[in-house]
């Protein structure tokens, strides 16, 4: 994906994941990460996956503590969760858990980190923003954080305002294009895509992360 600079593997320290074929090697040649750092994140996915479940894959409620240290149900963890469980089948094996985090390094490509937040929001799945998936999202962040506190009306008047800035064609939706054009224009938009911590992340302290 990116032009970096690989490093040699640990032979101190093994890479060893019982469930999954891929290797350092692989993972770094299709990733930012290099060889070690895959290693370094192999710590902190063992971590993190046998957290409530000892079977060596992340589950949601695993994915949902290590976010935010708690396994109630919150529907952008939720979808979050979704977008890295690229097998659908209910776990994140390391693989996947790599390839997503990937998209999360600060020398990951702009573009890539607009679409994978363009498809958080694109709940459907149906290639466009509704206004009922941006509003879902912002009850949802409402709802988790007591502190904000927005009524109704201006929740309204914000996506009456954001859609009318972004949805260029008039359609009601917002395309992949449009919002790109809004990620280009705006960049500050993605700066939750980007973890500064996956620079310089080491076998001996990878759990920074979260």
Same mark, same amino acid.
């Given at each position: 994906?990116?032009?970096? $600079?690989?490093? %040699? #593997? ?5 890479? %060893? ?11 770094? #040649? ?31 409620? &695993?994915?949902?503590? #290590? ?29 996947? @858990? ?17 679409? @994978? ?8 799945? /149906? ?5 009922? &998936? ?15 506190? $927005?009524?109704? &009306? #201006? ?6 305002? %954001? ?36 620079? /310089? ?10």
């Amino acid at each position: 994906m990116g032009n970096c $600079i690989k490093k %040699t #593997a640990s032979p101190e320290k093994p890479f %060893t994941p019982d469930k999954n074929a891929d290797t350092p090697e692989s993972l770094s #040649a299709i990733t930012y990460f290099s060889i070690n750092e895959v290693e370094a994140l192999y710590s902190l996915f063992s971590q993190v996956s046998n957290t409530l479940v000892k079977d060596g894959l992340i589950h949601a409620e &695993e994915f949902q503590l #290590a976010l935010f240290g708690s396994a109630k149900q919150n529907v952008f963890a939720n979808r979050v969760f979704q977008l890295f469980d690229q097998k659908s089948n209910q776990v994140i094996e390391f693989g996947e @858990f790599v390839r997503a985090l990937s998209v999360f390094h600060p020398s990951a490509d702009l573009k890539a980190k607009s679409e @994978f937040a363009f498809r958080v929001y694109d709940l459907g799945n /149906t290639g466009c923003i509704e206004k009922s &998936e941006v509003r879902q999202m912002l009850v949802a962040i409402i709802t988790d954080n007591p502190s904000l506190k $927005i009524p109704e &009306e #201006a929740l309204e008047q914000l996506l009456e305002k %954001t859609f009318k800035e972004v949805d260029l064609a008039g359609d009601g939706k917002i395309s992949l294009e449009e919002w790109h054009h809004l990620t280009t224009r705006n960049p500050t938009v993605l700066s939750n895509m980007t973890l500064e911590p996956l620079r /310089t992340l080491t076998v001996q302290y990878p759990s920074f992360i979260f």
